[in-house]
């Protein structure tokens, strides 16, 4: 079955702290690999998307990296407003649709 | 301003009283899609649209309709809403449904049903 799972559910950090959320997948033939972040009670909105295994993107403090099995969204030097929830999706699979994770949702404190 | 809107943004109603949720986009986008979201659950798609007159069912389809009669207007169709409806509903659209578009999001829409 065609799953995408985040870890951790929640994360917590001081200003500063550098920290990693993970997205693994067993999508086949994975097609491309999204991430978006969703602040409350709006829609979610994109961040990165990669393509290939090796591939990485970053944005100001994000960058997002793609392995074979997951893909990692590192977070660098986060600061108060990087505070969201961050959604991981996959397309391919036998569907050929979009596959979402459940999230992870981060706090930065000051 | 490009975007993607949907109304109402909030909705109370009750069992059996049919409602319709209006999504439109700007972008003259082929690909609309609706999710629903819920704790615990994710995000999950109910129906997309490749093209004016072509919708398919996702992965939750069961209770809701959608039509495609404009390529810019998407609306989710609730014909005997129930309890387990309730949820926060998004729009979406891409240029073309395919792994190299991005898919952009409506604000969202909180549907209560009593």
């Known amino acids: 079955e065609d799953q995408v799972t985040q870890s951790p559910e929640a994360l917590r950090l001081q200003e500063g702290e550098s920290s990693s959320l993970n997205c693994s997948y067993t999508v086949s033939g994975l097609r491309g690999l999204f991430w978006y972040r969703q602040d409350p009670g709006k829609g979610p909105e994109f961040l990165f998307t990669?393509?290939?295994a090796g591939e990485e993107k970053e944005k100001e403090r994000l960058k997002a990296t793609l392995t074979k099995k997951e893909s990692f969204l590192h977070i660098t030097a986060p600061k108060p407003e990087d505070s969201a929830t961050y959604l991981c999706?996959?397309?391919?699979?036998?569907?050929?649709?979009?596959?979402f994770g459940k999230g992870t949702k981060l706090s930065v404190k000051p | 301003e490009a975007q993607v809107t949907q109304n109402p943004r909030y909705l109370i109603t009750v069992t059996g009283k049919k409602l319709t949720v209006t999504c439109s986009q700007n972008?003259?986008?082929?690909?609309m899609s609706w999710y629903r979201q819920d704790p615990g659950l994710g995000l999950r798609q109910i129906y997309y649209s490749m093209n004016v007159e072509v919708t398919d069912k996702g992965d939750v389809p069961e209770g809701y309709k959608v039509s495609r009669k404009e390529k810019r207007n998407f609306p989710l169709i609730l014909e005997s809403p129930s309890p387990n409806q309730t949820s926060l509903y998004f729009c979406a659209s891409s240029p073309r449904a395919g792994w190299t578009d991005t898919q952009y999001f409506g604000p969202g829409t909180r549907l209560t049903v009593l």
């Open positions: 990669l393509y290939s």
């Open positions: 999706a996959a397309y391919g699979g036998s569907q050929g649709n979009l596959i």
């Open positions: 972008m003259n986008h082929e690909y």
